[in-house]
């Protein structure tokens, strides 16, 4: 048994009862991750998304957790007030079974980083039904040794899986010698 150690777990909750479909959260994640900040806007590089049925006026916010070099074996199917819907349709996984969370020009995973050090994520902001809310919560867990990749070791990561190591090595000897 490892020892227990107290830490700060970084939630947003998420209360689907508020939520209408706006695409806010989309809008505020995508602009405030551009380069430069703010210089531009689309929900196609949004790290949260959100998953919509309007005819059952169905809103379902994912933030993008963590990338994955595959899809899983085993797939469930929800039925929700009768509505079928796939265990994919709600995950948060950067996977490569879809589109989603992919940079649509680069192809590179768009994790959700919960804004860095900003005070609270930007999508919960400027969601104005108030249906995110962010929380900061302490909890006491065992120690375990945890790997976390920063986003270029993700974007590395992907490459990897999409190219292979030659191919990325050798694009990049090309570049650095074009200087
Ligand atoms: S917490 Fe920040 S990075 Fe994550 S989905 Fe919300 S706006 Fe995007
Ligand atoms: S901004 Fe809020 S209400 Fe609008 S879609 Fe996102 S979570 Fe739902």
Redesign the pocket.
């Known amino acids: 048994m490892g020892e227990k150690v107290k830490k700060i777990v970084r939630t947003i909750r998420v209360d689907l009862d ?8 989309e809008m505020a994640c995508s602009a405030y991750h551009a380069t430069p900040k703010y210089s531009a806007m689309n929900p196609a590089r949004s790290r949260i998304r ?1 998953v919509m049925d309007q005819f059952n006026d169905e ?1 379902v ?1 994912i933030r993008a957790t963590d990338y994955a070099k595959a899809g899983c074996d085993g797939r469930r199917v929800y039925t929700i007030k009768g509505k079928q819907y796939s265990e994919c349709s709600f995950c948060g996984t950067i996977c490569p079974t879809r589109e989603m969370f992919f940079d649509p020009d680069s192809g590179l995973p768009l994790q959700c980083d919960l804004c860095g050090d900003e005070k609270e994520p930007m ?1 919960v902001q ?4 108030g ?2 809310t962010f929380e900061e919560v302490e909890v006491e867990e065992e120690e375990k040794e945890e790997v976390k990749m920063d986003e270029m070791e993700i974007g590395m990561r992907a490459l990897l899986d999409k190219f292979g190591a030659q191919k990325i090595a050798d694009t990049f000897n090309r570049l650095s010698q074009k200087g």
Not at 18 to 25: A, E, L, W
Not at 126 to 129: G, K, V
């Open positions: 508020k939520c209408n479909g706006c695409r806010g959260c959100v809103y916010p999508c400027f969601c104005p039904q249906c995110l």
